[in-house]
């Protein structure tokens, strides 16, 4: 499992909340188990990086009152319904409304850490393109260059450091590689931001004209 990712689970049953809770953390994951809707609403939001697992009939508020508040405050999270037999109509309705899937009781280990699996890397995926969409909305998004590798981070770093000189740059690569748009992204975070960029392709300029052409 991706670091940092974690299982809401809603069980208002304490000894199938503790059972299950544990049988999720055997299988790896980091698990918050509460005993009711109204206790786990206030952790649902738009970035909660996980899943919400809940039974659908709870003291209280029920599952599928909770799937509603997600659908509302947390739309990304996938839920996962927990069902009796008599629910089975109920649970597939909820599907249609926006539940990620639904498990018939009693259900085995296997089924719900699968279950759960899938619907982690899925979020994992969605929490991913959310933060290159706000990398690229963010200060930094005229690098234009996204990636969350600890390379790609020092290019980053570098050209952000280099940006804030006043000295001449050579840029060096196998073609490519991605000069141009590394020069384009200093100049992006460069004082001179809002002057022309002129891209010169010096291969294409005969050695005989290229010192009146560039200088």
């Known amino acids: 499992m991706q670091d940092g990712l974690r299982v809401l689970f809603v069980e208002d049953e304490p000894l199938v909340r503790q059972a299950t809770a544990q049988s999720l953390e055997l299988a790896g994951f980091s698990v918050l188990a509460l005993p009711s809707a109204e206790a786990a609403m206030p952790h649902l939001g738009a970035d909660f990086p996980g899943v919400l697992v809940t039974d659908v009939r709870l003291s209280g508020a029920s599952g599928l009152d ?5 659908r509302n405050a947390a739309p990304g999270v996938p839920v996962i319904l927990v069902t009796g037999h008599g629910d089975i109509t109920m649970a597939v ?3 249609r409304e926006g539940a990620y899937d639904f498990i018939e009781k009693p259900f085995g280990a296997d089924r719900l850490t699968e279950t759960v699996r899938r619907a982690l890397e899925r979020r994992a995926l ?7 969409r706000r990398e690229l909305a963010g200060p930094a ?3 234009r260059i996204i990636g969350r590798s600890p390379a790609i981070a020092q290019v980053r770093d570098l050209i952000a450091n280099v940006a804030a000189t006043d000295v001449p ?3 060096n690569g196998e073609t490519g590689t991605g000069k141009e748009l590394v020069a384009r992204s200093l100049h992006a975070l460069s004082t001179r931001r809002d002057q022309p960029f002129i891209a010169l392709n010096c291969g294409a300029v005969p050695e005989s004209i290229f010192e009146s052409e560039m200088f």
């Open 141 to 143: 998004a005229g690098t």
């Open 169 to 171: 740059v050579m840029i």
């Open 66 to 70: 909770l799937l509603q508040h997600c």
């Open 93 to 95: 309705q909820a599907m």
């Open 126 to 132: 969605e929490l991913e393109n959310h933060a290159l």
